[in-house]
């Protein structure tokens, strides 16, 4: 236990200190170090480290690997070396990419615990101390500031213009204004505005505050709770990968037992012939190349996806985003661009003016009704961007050709708007001097920026920003065409009616004002900050993505949902979800944390199913969701940047976390990180998943043809000739230069089909479907017959002409089978016979080494073959191409069947 915190929102100051034995003047020392003792330190826990050699060794339990250690044993002791370095090879490689993988997915709570603050504030015998946090203990009285890191959840207890940055832990987009006071118990975590949460830190003003919570009794710990209760589950990929080789090792192992029954017990062979004839089918049989092919088409798609600006950290990721049918996304910085954008200017006596540009960017231009204005001819508007650029502390940064700001982003949103018209900051205080700053204040509601005094050629004036009720209640005139009018009561009514047009958007709208300033006032306080001179209102948001409406729409046609979980406002979701086309109709709805709360166990699983917008969320209902979800038998992928997003983010099948404005923790709990934040990658990332997913499919599905053709070969001659069609050199020979080499190129084909255009598939489906079995069972026999003609057209010249002609036949049928199998649906000529050039590459060294053991006087001598006359090639040649065209047909007949 490292707290006693509970509910600590809802109890009175003098309730909570009593509680913890604790006063406003702070522990002693000799109490302290007893709580310390009895509480333990203020740390996330950590579960006990996993030996790194243990997760290496982990890495080779998989009956894949069982099965190449197999295939390499086999191979060693035919003194087949370089089959078994190979093998061993790729065993090893795929091991340290596993190792890696996992070793790094074991950094979530190391990230976690990096947002405790090194030292804290404390009163300690009523004197203020700097101690090591770690050292905090409940009860401890913090004294925090501005840009203080939080060191632990805490109560308020006296405060001054406080304000804090919860949006990792909440999705607060805004920085919120905190008060004292009793609040109701029953409030999500966003509404706790008495309480202040370890790992936020202090955005403005100042504060004294009681420890109520320290370590894992605080909303980080139970974060690392969440995330530690998480299990680890086999992989998707992983699971059908696995399945895979067991149906492709039982078509191996079954080939080579009935060829050896046939063989030694009904055709009588010598034992070690057909042994070693067992062996070497065995070997060829055995997919030893299945798990480099599987790691490439990983890589590849990794990589592809990496162009896309989705970086993958967990290889098997690829894949399982072919089958996500379900998305579920945060909304600050993912769905919008995680900026605050003026977007809109209301001036009296004017139509209002609209500004372009996004993001942190000082370049957009001003719209009234329509056409672009000068700002600069426009007097009452210039004086509202003169304020905007002066009466803030902060600051516009431009790096790496990127900006970013430095402050309170309200604050910077209004520089922002002043540059974009071409007032320079800098520029603007040179000529205005700032004296005195009032900072922003939650009763009076003002500065929200702040109230400057500026001195201008000996003129004095206050600058405000600030609430729309609390302005206009301060003010006395407002400024139209130039002059000051009086300001009634109704004009403040229809001033505040005016500002609908922007909160129906769920904009923040912020006022303006000013007033002249006697020459005498050098310090400002609340009571000078009268009699203002109101000037206009400016309407705040944080706008949607560029593209993401499409984006939705995109991923709704390809029969994926999108649901959006945030810890933001209830009408600010939905007005975002309404916006970029989450949800449609003319009442969508939203549901916060309470109402779900509120629903029994049917009800809650109901809303889940069919709702798409959720806000107010905590992280443990983050989770939930996720959880009931995966219970429905959705496959999710989950987006988010925040502390609050982490459970989520590892319970996901597909964790996805933003890699410009993303967490540490949120990182480490996720498989794939988006470079550019942005939702857009999201979808594009899903369509490369499901190009990994067909081009497993395929380069397997070459694999199993091959190899079931070259089985049912061997058994079909041993049944029909008293020979071996082949000697287990060349078996194994023909397994080198046609799986070796095509297999790896069909790994690297590009997408043809709009794979968006199809819903995700089922989950339970394996690699090996009903869809591709029909079309390699077609093939497979077209090769098997191709084959035993062609040995009994040359069995009459010789067993050795019989062989020759049944190896090079059995390798061009499996190299005009590659064309095939780069698409299931598509003919060769529509996507482009050698638009993979890889594959052309490949194709053409296997074709040439064919050739170069059937001529060459080494390789005849080698592997036994003798030379076939130039109209005996071609036609074998021929022969080999019927797969290839009866492949073409399969397709068409199959294309018109369905269409």
Known sequence: ???????????????????????????????????????????????????????????????????????????????????????????????????????????????????????????????????????????????????????????????????????????ESFPVGKKLGVLPEKISLGDKKNCVFMGTFVASGNCKAVVVGTGSKTEIGKIAKDIESIKKVKSHFREKSDFLAKQMSLIAVAGALIAFLIGYFIRGFNFVDIFMFMIASLVSGIPEGLLAVLTIVLAVGAYRMSKKNAIIRNLPATETLGIVNTIITDKTGTLTENTMNIEKVILPGQSSVKISGSGWSPNGDFFQEDKKINPHENLQLLKFLEISGLCNNAKILKEKGKYGILGDPTEAAFVVLSEKAGLRKSTLEKKQKKIDDLPFNPEFKYRASLSTLVENKNKKQIYVIGAPESVLEHSKYFLEDGKERELGNSEKRNFLSGIDSLTSKSMRVLAIAYKDASHNVDNLSEEIVNELIFVGFAGIRDPPRKGIKESIEKARQAGIRVIMVTGDHKGTALSIAKEIGLVKGKNPKAYTENDLRSFSKEGFSKIICKENVFARLTPNMKLKIAAELQNQGQVIAMTGDGVNDAPALKKADVGISMGVVGTDVARESSEIILSDDNFVSIVDAIEEGRIVFTNTRQASGFLVATNFAEDATIIASLIFFPYLILLPTQILWLNLVTDGVTDVALALEKGHDDVLDEPPRNSKENILSKEILPFLIFISVIMVFATIFVFNYFLGEGLDKARTGAFVVMSFTQLFNVFNMRSLKSSVFKIGIFSNKFLSLAVGVSFLLTLGVVYLPLGQGIFGFVDLGFIEFVSIFLISSLVFIFGEGYKFVRGRYKN
Not at 59 to 68: A, E, G, K, R, T
Not at 88 to 114: C, D, H, P, T
Not at 121 to 147: Q, S
């Open 1 to 171: 236990m490292r707290g006693i915190k509970n509910n600590f929102h809802a109890k009175s100051i003098e309730k909570i200190l009593k509680k913890l034995k604790s006063s406003k003047k702070g522990l002693s020392k000799q109490e302290a170090e007893k709580r310390l003792k009895k509480f333990g330190f203020n740390e996330v826990s950590e579960k006990k480290k996993v030996n790194p050699f243990f997760i290496f060794l982990k890495q080779f339990n998989s009956f894949l690997v069982y099965i190449l250690a197999a295939a390499a044993l086999i191979s060693f002791f035919i003194k087949h070396y370089v089959d078994f370095y190979v093998i061993l090879f790729v065993i090893l490689v795929n091991a340290i990419i596993g190792f890696s993988q996992e070793y790094r997915a074991e950094k979530s709570i190391r990230a976690l615990k990096k947002m405790v603050v090194t030292y804290a504030k404390v009163y300690r015998d009523e004197e203020l101390l700097k101690i090591p946090a770690k050292e905090v203990v409940p009860g401890d009285i913090l004294f925090l500031e501005e840009g203080d890191k939080i060191p632990a959840d805490a109560r308020l207890l006296e405060l001054k213009n406080f304000q804090t940055m919860e949006s990792s832990l909440t999705g």
